[in-house]
């Protein structure tokens, strides 16, 4: 491990397995070290490839939504909303006005899932397992009302062509209330840890910082470049599902106070406040919502044959809990299988990002870092560091940075004292 | 083999994440955060196989996590459980006709490693627990007698 003294001494190759007890998918980093700071970071993706946009290509459209969902097991909703918005695209089928008001509940619930499982693993990479604990227990609250509506957990397979499989009907909406009511009573506790926190304060203020120029040229998406000033969002740039009708408005820091500055406590503060802007946003869709049905095409045969005579391409977009991602679907006359089928998620976009938020920083801050841009595709299992005094290869685990990040948090902690 | 009666009481669980979409893998911390919390019966994920009593498996096996599959494997000390969470460990589930997977688990291991499954896509926290459960019934039945 790297010791104070330099790297020299002590470079050795540690080899605790190739997989971690990770959160998420194995995932590799090279990073460029001179002594503690790091001068170059290179991501290599690519352990978690199963083939999904091949296996959509034999399949027909219908089977290939619950297929979608299994992209990610976070966002599920997100990639089956992309896919059957694509396909409703290329069969110039639109869904009911109902099944707009709920497919944006749907996704606003799961923006604040995913939001607090990220603020839970981002005080867990900065040793505060308390918080984890803490924020997780939270979680659960939203979890029971995505079950009482969907019917599962994860993967809620809701989504069919022209609109959704599941209604929410009037009796639901006590239950919805009573769940929003409690995260805007629990989101005071959860900014006060979070934003107020001297020691969380000092472990993500001024780290990781990505420059507005930066995140404009690297092209990121979502809070990752919200929080540095850039106001981009899918919801209001160019409005699917209801979000046409619905008050909102672009979550950057300045907007409450803080500084745009595109460290980690900036995409912190965006990550919040998107808390309550998703709480709002349900508020004003069960207010809203209109009488009829849930889906345009009940029959099932027809959908079936409207999917295998019409030709025609589509696009869906979303804005993901992580930013914007697109969907691209080709159907062709007499083919019952999807054309063509290319996803584009939000990671994608954000990975380039990486370059110069790691720029200067230190090793314990890697993990806080890498969590900051809310990657999907796996946090950093194994990072790799090129010592560029020595020129000699070290290989960090997981673990060991996650030991060296909490060491920083305990030390910041003394001092601050 | 003959275990102490203590071996059994608090199992050591590493996770393995072989290819799978996460679904898995939260309700796995799910189980572990404090609505399951499976930490009072003394179960804990671990960081390293060498530590580890039971191996917890997620996903299909990608091709490129094949050969770290079987290494984690034989790195973990026996006696050994292998826990299968999710559907698609156990049969390969949605992914069954890619390219890129390898797997079920069961064809890729040893022929005496004993196997659990948790099923389920994405299981839910209950039948982690329960998955556990089994995996002790078994460690039970190794237990010496005269310890």
Known sequence: ??????????????????????????????????????????????????????????????????????????????????????????????????????????????????HILWAGVAAHEIGFDTHLHLTWKIREKVMDLLEYIAGNRVNYSMWTFGGVRRDITEEMHPKISETLEYYEKTYDKLENIFLKDPSIKMRTKDVGILSKKKALELCGVGPTVRASGVKKDVRIDQPYAAYGDIDIDYVIPSRYGFEDKGDVFSKTVVRLKELLQSIDIIKQCVA?????????????????????????????????????????????EGREDIDNWKIRASTYNNLPTYAPMFMGEQIADIPIIAASIDPCIGCMDRAEIVDIRSGETETYAREELHELSVEKTKKLKEEGI | MKLSKTFDKSLWVFHVNSGSCNACDIEIVAAVTPRYDTERFGIKLVGSPRHADVLLFTGPVTTKMKEKVLRVYEQTPDPKVVLVVGNCGDTTGVYFDSYAVEGPIDTLLPDDAHIIYANGCPVRPENVINGVKEAWLYLEKLRGDDE
């Open chain 1, 1 to 114: 491990m790297n010791g104070e003294n330099g790297a020299e001494e002590t470079t050795y190759e540690v080899p605790i397995g190739p997989i971690h007890p990770a959160l998420k998918e194995p995932f590799l980093i090279k990073f460029r070290l001179d002594g503690e700071e790091i001068v170059d970071a290179e991501p290599h993706p690519g352990m978690n490839h199963r083939g999904i946009e091949f296996m959509g290509m034999h399949r027909n459209p219908m089977e290939v939504i619950p297929l979608s969902e299994r992209i990610c097991g976070i966002c599920s909703i997100v990639h089956q909303h992309m896919f059957t918005t694509a396909t409703e695209h290329a069969l110039q089928i639109e869904p009911t006005n109902r099944a707009r008001y709920i497919r944006t509940i749907m996704c606003e619930l799961e923006r604040i899932h995913s």
């Open chain 1, 288 to 332: 809203q919502m209109p009488e009829g049905e849930i889906t345009s095409e009940p029959k099932k045969a027809a959908l079936f044959n409207k999917l295998e005579k019409k030709d025609g391409e589509g696009i869906g977009r979303i804005e993901a809990p992580r930013g914007e991602a697109i969907h691209y679907v080709r159907l062709s």
